[in-house]
């Protein structure tokens, strides 16, 4: 146990605790002699900033917007997955592949084979319908991104939901219908709270690491036009590698992983009381 | 019954955790350094001219034995983040890099680069006075060379003769902007664009034309005194002026094309005209090296308005291999090298702009065709510190020579990407880019 806890206590505790350290420092890359103790100055630069007001609400609205619809469509194709259909096996392993596919990678298929307005399929497929030559990156950039997003997390919410389902015992839904209780009856008055412990899970594990979204924003958008898509973590790169920054970053770095570690015991209660209705049955 | 259940879905929450977790552990890994005492390690930018020297390292080796040379190359924007990182941390991870005009002065002056005045004046045969003059300038501080230069560029306008001589343009050696706007909007059909100009966004990128459209424009970052005038006519006027240009007559997808973007549609004959690096014309193929035509900087007010750019050879402070580090930066810039090239790989692979003896040869003459002149003469009249019509506190043509210009840069040129997708109007892009100049220029009131 002890090298693991050291293993992990280095690799973890030390960059987050030096990353607070340097967030009290004026240090900036750039300016030999600037590193200089300076108080809560990065901290009080994050309230006035703009750009880190409307990256939180970037950051928000994305996170909201990837949750809310991969849920939606996750929970349809976990229900589609967990009726009697032809090739399940093969259909829940296609629908995990775009989890499977580096985000970076990912990011690229779409802007370039996928939306580019001049040899991308999208335009290619929407001329009939007049939206041919449309340059989805920059004229809708934020809907890309949580198109893109959403693409990447309904897989992740589908497996999630799909294991509440197959928990389900058959036994119930027959009841029900027995008891003339129609399709949208069954599923709003007996599945929807059974897997309602499950969505909340997969939704705020999804949240944890749709917060820290970087790597399809850099590819797609680079966090524009303008401000439009950028997002914290990606403000801290603007700040930490095009600024050199490091105090002022670090200072954005750890309100980020506050703001992540809230969501994340929030996602471990959850987790924890899946478990505990498990064992109480 | 319990049991069942757990072990139909444990497996499937497993699986979707694990995942998640793997996928976002990313990997970061660095190159390492080390090796003998004679080992020198340069890091280079990912272009052509790189590409050839990589090619011809073991003719150095074979005549400098004792010296053994690693070339670490890497795409501009991570070159510039990894040398930072590497000179502010004073880490001497690196010998050599390839450092641009923006970063010279700025570097020479934190002593961050070492001055190779010193090491040239020991070599006669190095011939510092062929340097041409504008480069040299670029690349000195306090009248001290800090960085050799490998290769040069200006900007110029390619055309394609035929395309434009269909219409019965004839475009002149020295063309106003509006003559090209005219021209782009009469060649200008729905398969062929009139002409390619850089939107994608960052300082590199659509700033540098945008900028030299702004000077011509009669434009200036800041006044002597270091207040921003981006709200000021010339900016309203020249920015305008580019984002309806690109609108009536540019690219489609305006806002993701740079450099590379363009020079593929040029390629392609998508477009008619481009105005970009004068290295542009050196990677021309088919219908487009043999129709093409080349006129100097489109210009407004201000003549001579193309930008200036030198990779260049610097040597960080922190070098522990100096006199290997420049026996190598000395080879490499040197008038052999560039007979090497052109013996070796043919005279088109030939770095362009950094020596005039170059612009001699009879057979890079023939090589270069069209665009020899005119880049040459393009470099020679391009001065950094002469670069806006009104006085500026800063050197610099298509950029401001000032730490913080990075990252107002890009910034910047983000809020013209917006205007060119059509997210807002010139006023409110040049409202936001003038509060965001205004605290970079306040740090420098005093």
Known sequence: ?281 | MTDRKLGSFGPLIAIAVVLALVSTACSGAGGGGGGSAKTITLAAVDNPQMADLKKLVSDFKSAHSDIDVKIVTLPEDQLRQQVTQDVAANSGRYDLFTIGTYEVPLWAKKGWIENLSPYIAKDSSYAVDDLIPGIRTALSYNSNLYAVPFYGESSMLMYRKDMLAAKGITMPDHPTWDQVAAAARAVNTSSVSGICLRGLPGWGEQLAPLDTVVNTYGGRWFDEKWNAQLTTAPWRSAVSFYVNLLKTAGEPGAGNAGFTECLNAYNNGKVAMWYDATVGASNFTGDAAKNSGYAFAPHVVKDWSGWLWAWSLGMPASSKKKDAAWTFANWATSKDYIKLVGNKLGWAHVPPGTRTSTYDLPEYKTAAGGFATVTLESIAHADVTHATVDPVPYVGIQYVDIDEFQQLGDQVSQEFAKVIAGGQTVDQALTKAQALAAAVGKKYQT
């Open chain 1, 1 to 281: 146990m002890l090298p693991a806890f050291i293993y992990v206590f280095l690799v973890t505790q030390i960059p987050f605790v030096l990353t607070i350290y340097y967030s009290f420092f004026s240090w900036n890359l750039l300016k030999p002699g600037s590193f200089q103790f300076a108080w809560l100055e990065n901290y009080a630069a994050l309230l006035t900033n703009e750009s880190i007001r409307i990256a939180v609400w970037n950051t928000v609205l994305l996170t909201v917007a990837v949750i809310g619809i991969s849920v939606v469509l996750g929970l349809a194709v976990a229900m589609i997955l967990n009726s009697e259909v032809f090739g399940k096996g093969l259909m829940r392993t296609l629908m995990i592949a775009p989890f499977l596919i580096m985000p970076t990678a990912g990011a690229l298929i779409w802007k370039d084979t996928l939306l580019n307005p001049l040899f991308g399929l999208l335009p290619y497929l929407l001329t009939p319908f007049g939206l041919g030559r449309v340059d989805w990156v920059n004229q809708f950039p934020m809907v890309t991104v949580v198109a893109v997003e959403v693409w990447r997390w309904t897989p992740f919410m589908m497996l999630i939901i799909l294991a509440g389902l197959q928990s389900q015992n058959p036994e119930v839904l027959e009841a029900a219908r027995v008891d003339g209780a129609n399709a949208i009856q069954q599923f709003v008055r007996i599945t929807l709270p059974l897997v309602r412990p499950f969505i909340e899970l997969g939704a705020l594990l999804g949240s944890l690491f749709v917060v820290q979204t970087y790597d399809s924003i850099f590819m797609l958008t680079y966090g524009g036009p303008g401000e439009d898509t950028t997002n914290i973590p990606f403000l801290l790169y603007l700040v930490a590698f095009q600024g050199y920054s490091i105090g002022q970053a670090s200072a954005i770095g750890v309100v980020a992983v506050i703001f992540t570690t809230i969501i994340a015991t929030l996602a471990l209660r959850t987790l924890f009381s899946i478990f505990q209705i498990e064992a109480r049955r």
